[in-house]
């Protein structure tokens, strides 16, 4: 594998000038000075933000940078969560870790370089401890080893930055960013019982009745595969589809649906037909009451451009059939299969507008550090890319899963998505929450992912 560059170079710094003006509304210059010296500068004020302890553990692909701790508050900095602040380095935190020299700000630590780390995945390129999946896990991070993967560590460090800003440049007004939700839906499948083999479809209703005791859908199961020709059945236990936009409405949402268009693993990909008469209604009813359209890659295709292009390419045709037209189409990998950057690039290839992909299985979290919207880097070949990354924040499975945290008690899983939400809003950021419609079969399901959405 081929490695451009180090930290930093000018692509570098070119992206994270744009990462700040995105973040503090505000067009700063970024330049190195010196072999170890970073520094920050504004067009429209005099005087400098001085970095001079550049990391150079932040241009290496690996999870074993020590990890340090800050004290804002004792410093006289406010720490927008109230704790102190996770600082990975290779080297002693300096003290005081930020000071003024004459007219200058000095920040002893490479905020800069860390943002670059945690934004760019840099941390995962070429890792071999994956999962069954093919999955890089939670448990392999940084960020799990030094528990900090339920904080949005660059926002937090971003904040510290702004209020440097301020004091060097009382005259600049930053940007102030309010907190949002943005709630998705993969759809892995669209009926329980429709579109089932025979042999299936007995297996899944034995499965109903006798060991969840869902006799109701146990006994409309052979109606529902029967009557489902153009619309999905009523009744049915996955078809939730409008339950969650007429939640999504009440709170001021839009629920965003990804569509699999395509099969690469018939054994892990969805069994319903993307182009039957039922799907291409579903998403016709999606589009007409002002919700979203995306795409759900196939299990395999996070390693194949190709396959991931196609699957693009499929949905586009459907949508215009259909007559469905959106600013731009976005979506998430199937069981969140994810390497850096090939499947990144795949995305690009494929003239996706974002993707949601970015958070772990095993636990949910902040993987990127983040739960700003940003635009993609390539580590690899150093080079900002077209697309934006909008980190996942939580799916339902990485709470609930037996495989995974298995916090089956509602009112424990209540409080960990609870927990992760109130960390967005204290940043001003996305509280972004993927619930799969086919995880909603019970009341206790709805009533939990109600109870997220509205609070």
């Keep these: ?53 550049l990391e150079t553990a932040f241009c290496q692909f690996h999870s074993d940078i020590p990890c340090a701790e800050w004290d804002a508050a004792a410093e006289d900095w406010l720490p927008i969560l109230g704790k102190p602040l996770p600082a990975p380095t290779v080297s002693q935190l300096a003290f005081p870790l930020v000071d003024k020299v004459g007219d200058n700000y000095f920040i002893h630590y490479d905020i800069l370089g860390l943002t670059y780390w945690m934004l760019s995945r840099k941390e995962e390129v070429g ?72 042999k299936q479809l007995l297996r899944r ?5 006798l060991l969840r005791r869902h006799w109701g859908d146990t006994l409309r199961a052979p109606w529902i595969w029967v009557t489902t020709k153009h619309i999905l059945h009523p009744r049915d236990p996955y078809n939730t589809f409008d339950w969650l936009m007429d939640l999504s409405d009440r709170h001021g949402l839009t629920s965003a649906f990804y569509f699999m268009t395509g099969v690469t693993d018939a054994g892990k990909d969805g069994n319903y037909d993307f182009d039957h008469p039922t799907t291409r209604y579903l998403m016709r009813r999606i589009h007409k009451r002002g919700h979203e359209i995306g795409l ?12 991931l292009m196609a699957e693009a390419d499929k949905l586009r045709c459907a949508m215009v059939e259909e007559g469905i037209e959106q600013t731009g189409i976005g979506g998430r990998m199937h069981y969140l299969r994810w390497t850096q950057p090939i499947t990144l690039r795949s995305w690009v290839q494929s003239g996706m507008a974002y993707d949601s992909t970015l958070s772990y299985a095993d636990r949910p979290g902040f993987r990127c550090g983040t739960c700003h919207e940003y635009p993609a880097f ?23 899963a037996d495989q995974y945290m298995a916090l089956a008690d509602a009112e424990m899983a209540h409080e960990k998505l609870l927990q992760l939400k109130t960390a967005c809003k204290h940043v001003g950021g996305h509280f972004t929450l993927l619930w799969h419609n086919s995880e909603l079969t019970t009341p206790e399901r709805k009533e939990l992912y109600e109870s997220v959405v509205a609070t």
């Design 296 to 307: 759900h890659p196939s299990f395999n295709t996070y390693l194949d451009p190709q396959s």
């Design 1 to 53: 594998m081929s490695i451009q560059g180090g930290w930093p170079t000018q692509a570098k710094l070119a992206w994270l000038q744009q990462i700040l003006v995105e973040r503090f509304g505000h067009a700063f210059v970024v330049q190195r000075t010196g072999s170890d010296t970073l520094r920050l500068a504004s067009h429209e004020a005099n005087g400098t933000i001085f970095f001079d302890s």
């Design 127 to 198: 890792r071999t401890d994956l999962d069954e999946h093919g999955r890089f896990p939670a448990t392999s991070s940084h960020a799990f080893k030094y528990d900090y993967l339920e904080r949005p560590i660059v926002d937090e460090w971003l904040h510290i930055l702004g209020q440097v800003i301020q004091r060097q440049w009382p005259g600049i007004q930053l940007k102030q960013h309010r907190f949002s939700m943005k709630v998705s839906h993969d759809v892995d499948h669209t009926s329980r019982y429709a579109f089932c083999r025979p």
């Design 378 to 400: 390539d580590p690899v070949v150093d080079e900002q890319l077209g697309l934006r990354i909008r980190p996942l924040i939580a799916m339902e499975c990485s709470v609930l």
């Design 205 to 209: 209703m034995a499965g109903d009745g």
